[in-house]
């Protein structure tokens, strides 16, 4: 089992920049892929990033792709994905997900573990 604890979510102003983070327990992280995910009300959830067990691959939905960066410290157990440029489109709820396998995905039933989400709110 893998355990996996998003934070720094909030409210921020259009073109404004935030930094989400995952905490991960229960598994060597080194053997995770980690992805982010979103949901918006009335939404599906999908796919926003994912980064590969050593970070030195990374896959971006292209609709974030430029502004959205992800990011691992395995000495940690966190994935990160700092967000800039926001757009009130970004609204929704960030997932952190974590794979067991080691190849990159970005389709959600890939995934075998899910935090709780954080909000991330875009005002206009």
């Known amino acids: 089992q893998v355990q996996l604890v998003e934070s720094g979510g909030g409210l921020v102003q259009a073109g404004g920049s935030l930094r989400l983070s995952c905490g991960a327990s229960?598994?060597?992280?080194?053997?995770?892929?980690m992805g982010w995910f979103r949901q918006a009300p009335g939404k599906e959830r999908g796919f926003v990033a994912a980064?590969?067990?050593?970070?030195?691959?990374?896959y971006y939905a292209d609709s974030v792709k430029g502004r959205f960066t992800i990011s691992r410290d395995n000495a940690k157990n966190t994935v990160y994905l700092q967000m800039n440029s926001l757009k009130p489109e970004d609204t929704a709820v960030y997932y952190c997900?974590?794979?067991?396998?080691?190849?990159?995905?970005?389709?959600?039933?890939?995934?075998?573990?899910w935090g709780q989400g954080t909000q991330v709110t875009v005002s206009s």
């Open positions: 997900a974590a794979d067991r396998t080691r190849i990159l995905s970005s389709r959600r039933a890939e995934y075998d573990y």
């Open positions: 229960g598994r060597t992280f080194s053997d995770l892929t």
């Open positions: 980064i590969s067990w050593s970070g030195g691959s990374t």
